[in-house]
């Protein structure tokens, strides 16, 4: 089980910027996904974006253009920029990785608060 370090969210107004990180240690398998999920009260949780270990990603439709998730291999460290926040982006974050032959892997999350 890895034992994630997540940092970086917060309150912020809306229009605002945030970076959450998320940080991986021992994590020595090279070929594996991370990804950025988030829940609001009252709502299933959802995927918000994923990058591959070649760094492909793939982003929640109504965070493209806004949101980038990026990753540094050698920090085993993932990060997601998130631009021009809305109230509606207000959510606990959290951090997922998935590699081949281990269970997927969740952080205990990062509230993030986008006020009006």
């Known amino acids: 089980q890895v034992q994630f370090v997540e940092s970086g969210g917060g309150l912020v107004q809306a229009g605002g910027p945030l970076r959450p990180s998320c940080v991986a240690p021992?994590?020595?398998?090279?070929?594996?996904?991370f990804a950025w999920y988030r829940q609001a009260p009252g709502k299933q949780r959802e995927l918000v974006a994923r990058?591959?270990?070649?760094?492909?990603?793939n982003y929640l439709d109504s965070v493209k253009g806004r949101f980038t998730i990026s990753r540094d291999n050698g920090r085993n460290t993932v990060y997601l920029q998130m631009n021009n926040l809305k109230p509606e982006d207000t959510a606990v974050y959290y951090c997922?990785?998935?590699?081949?032959?281990?269970?997927?892997?969740w952080g205990q999350g990062t509230q993030v608060t986008v006020s009006s």
């Open positions: 990058i591959s270990s070649s760094g492909g990603t």
């Open positions: 997922y990785l998935s590699r081949p032959g281990w269970s997927p892997d």
């Open positions: 021992g994590v020595t398998s090279t070929f594996n996904v």
